[in-house]
């Protein structure tokens, strides 16, 4: 079977899917994942094909509209901000999905960003579409939307403001839809939400239970399974002057931001290595999209390194709650101090926090040396924390998140 997965995004977006498709391509099928040229090496030397979509999302959030947001502290201001942007950003990513799935699939795997696009897409084909999501993001009594900064309003309250951001998807995306389904020939459709799509479709969420049960509420074909673990780049092998860093002394601290990109990116080094020193630990910096470049006795910048090779070996992390590095994290079994920024970082902190597996989280536009130390110290001198992630870490070894998929594909073959 010829399995298209299709995400957007930085590459937390992207990785899982990269574990989910080898994990597809080892039980024989032909797995096409389509996102970012960016990503194409990365995709391709894991032996999956690849088809690209449009933009950079390093460029995308160097631009003004994602940079006002670094500074947003409002939810509500924040969403509007968000779905500005996408706004910009839709009807070219429409253009890359419709090429992507017209040059041919026998089931179409989508993100939550890129479903609605691609279930129009699969209609017009008469192609089965399957929702493969890595947040929650569907209304929900059990907790609030992504975009309400991680604070509860209540099982009633919760449902409705995630409706309010469901509709305000509805008018991002209904132009793009619009335009699909005369192109295709297929009848106008109603968009009253979420996106103009069948409640009763199947949705696999590559997350664990353990960290986000599965909603009551939620429509019976949506599965939550486990994680979908990124696969390691092959032949990678770890930079000499990192294991003698590693070998010096104590488990050190890392800090890394990811997909950020920091205006002010000198300001935040400096900020993270004053804070490890008055934390009194060492530290490893990751570069990421910001380019953020720390030295010192105890400290080091590093590049890339993969994740799961890494944090077993650190006394904590310290990270901007992205989905993907909160969950290797977890898989890791070590504490976190998580400083969210935007879009749904929010919500993964307050699950970190409210797991017991990390202090009261503190966000980045709140950000102060002192914060950020007090948290470092209580993330490593809490043994009761870390006994939590320990435990949390050997009941996700045990979850296979990608099985459900696997059966999900054979009974449609």
Avoid at 81 to 109: M, N, Q, W
Avoid at 195 to 201: Q, T
Wanted: charged share 20%; aromatic share 8%.
């Amino acid at each position: 079977m010829l399995v298209l997965m299709v995400t957007a995004g930085t590459w937390g977006d992207v990785a899982p899917y990269t574990g989910l498709g080898t994990r597809l391509r080892a039980a024989g099928h032909e797995v096409v994942l389509a996102t970012h040229s960016r990503y194409e090496g990365a995709v391709t030397a894991l032996g999956l094909g690849f088809r690209p979509l449009p933009a950079d999302p390093r460029v995308e959030l160097a631009s003004p509209t994602s940079q006002s947001l670094l500074h947003t502290v409002s939810a509500p201001l924040a969403m509007a901000r968000v779905i500005r942007l996408a706004r910009e950003f839709i009807p070219s990513l429409t253009d890359g999905v419709a090429a992507a799935v017209g040059a041919g699939a026998d089931v179409v795997l989508a993100s939550t960003l890129t479903e609605p696009l691609c279930a129009t897409l699969a209609e017009g084909y008469g192609l089965p579409c399957v929702g493969v999501h890595l947040l929650p993001a569907t209304p929900t009594r059990a907790f609030p939307p992504l975009a309400a900064g991680g604070r509860s309003f209540g099982p009633y309250l919760n449902r409705l403001t995630a409706r309010a951001v469901w509709a305000s998807g509805d008018r991002a995306f209904a132009p793009g839809v619009r335009a699909l389904r005369r192109k295709l020939g297929l009848p106008p459709r109603r968009f009253s939400g979420p996106l103009g799509l069948d409640r009763d479709r199947q949705v696999h969420h590559g997350f664990s239970p353990l960290v986000v049960p599965r909603p009551a509420d939620w429509p019976p074909g949506y599965q939550v399974g486990g994680y979908w673990w990124p696969e390691r780049p092959p032949g990678w092998q770890p930079d000499r002057r990192l294991l003698d860093f590693l070998a010096a002394g104590p488990p050190p601290v890392f800090a890394g931001f990811g997909s950020l990109v920091a205006g002010d990116a000198e300001r935040l080094g400096e900020l993270l290595a004053a804070a490890l020193r008055k934390a009194k630990v060492r530290g490893i910096i990751q570069a990421g999209w910001s380019g953020l470049s720390t030295e010192g006795d105890d400290l080091i910048s590093v590049g890339e390194v993969p994740h799961d090779w890494l944090f077993p070996r650190v006394a904590a992390v310290i990270h901007h709650a992205g989905a993907g590095i909160t969950a290797a994290g977890l898989r890791a079994g070590v504490p976190t101090v998580p400083i969210p920024v935007q879009f749904d970082q929010p919500f993964w902190a307050a699950r970190l926090h409210a797991l017991g597996v990390a202090p009261r989280p503190v966000r980045y536009q709140q950000l102060t040396v002192d914060r950020l130390a007090a948290a470092v110290r209580e993330a490593t001198t809490d043994p009761g924390m870390r006994d939590r992630v320990r435990c949390l870490a050997t009941a996700l070894s045990r979850e296979d998140g990608a099985a459900p998929v696997l059966k999900m594909l054979a009974e449609l073959g």
